[in-house]
């Protein structure tokens, strides 16, 4: 059978496939926004607690 005279049935396999594989893409990208926006909260919150901290107990600090 040629590549032009495909069955129907093959078809709406790939069509059905191409659909989910779109999906998925759809799910993992808001995941992945999600994750960002997670993480930076995070830099952010540890960022605000470092400048809270006197600095004697600064980690980036050496004491003598």
Known sequence: MAD?????NETETIL???DQISQTID???SV????RHYLQQQESAAAEQQQE???ELQS???LH
């Open 16 to 18: 059905m496939a191409l």
């Open 32 to 35: 992945v926004g999600r994750l």
């Open 60 to 62: 980036d600090r050496i």
């Open 53 to 55: 901290l006197p600095a």
């Open 27 to 29: 799910v993992m990208t």
């Open 4 to 8: 032009n005279q495909k069955n129907p």
